[in-house]
């Protein structure tokens, strides 16, 4: 059975028919060609596959694609524009905290929903933010310092997060 979408990915309307049990994550790697949100465990335990969805940070794996009808989708590939990083994508690079680099999308959308939500968050607030998202290369301090330095740096040169 199929089910109709009517939604924007990354600022593009999308009006598409899908499997009905396609999940968001299926959705956007399989039906749009947005492999930028990973797959890892598709149980939400991981937090690789992390969108926005309406400005929230959601496991899209657990996320089926007839609930997303009208609704506002982020992924990593709506945050560079051309060659142009994102503030905190770059502010990832700079502080070491992408080495395999799978869990990176879901934990840069995972830092958009948090700097949307407090733009100067405490080091607990951050830890709390990104629990959901497991790394196994990192440690995590590097990520945590990314965090820090990306919400230094829009503080200094405010923008919106998502343009
Ligand atoms: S793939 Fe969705 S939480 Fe692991
Ligand atoms: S950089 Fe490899 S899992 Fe995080």
């Known amino acids: 059975?199929?089910?109709?979408?009517?939604?924007?990915?990354?600022?593009?309307?999308?009006?598409?028919?899908?499997?009905?049990?396609?999940t968001l994550l299926r959705f956007l790697r399989e039906t749009e060609g947005l492999t930028g949100t990973k797959c890892g465990c598709e149980i939400g335990?991981?937090?690789?596959?992390?969108?926005?969805?309406?400005?929230?940070?959601?496991?899209?794996?657990?996320?089926?694609?007839?609930?997303?009808n009208g609704a506002d989708i982020w992924t990593v590939e709506g945050l560079a524009e051309g060659f142009d990083l994102h503030p905190i994508q770059k502010a990832f690079l700079d502080n070491d905290a992408v080495h395999c680099g799978y869990c990176t999308p879901g934990l840069l959308m995972s830092s958009i929903a948090l700097?949307?939500?407090d733009p100067d968050p405490s080091e607990e607030k951050i830890k709390t933010y990104i629990a959901g998202n497991l790394c196994r290369c990192t440690?995590?301090?590097?990520?945590?310092?990314?965090?820090?330095?990306?919400?230094?740096?829009?503080?200094?040169?405010p923008r919106p997060l998502l343009k």
């Open 139 to 157: 440690g995590y301090i590097p990520i945590i310092n990314a965090i820090k330095e990306a919400a230094r740096i829009l503080k200094n040169e």
């Open 1 to 22: 059975m199929m089910t109709f979408l009517d939604v924007r990915v990354n600022k593009t309307r999308v009006r598409r028919f899908v499997p009905a049990h396609f």
């Open 45 to 68: 335990e991981c937090g690789a596959c992390t969108v926005l969805l309406d400005g929230k940070a959601v496991n899209s794996c657990l996320v089926l694609a007839p609930e997303v």
């Open 115 to 117: 700097l949307n939500d």
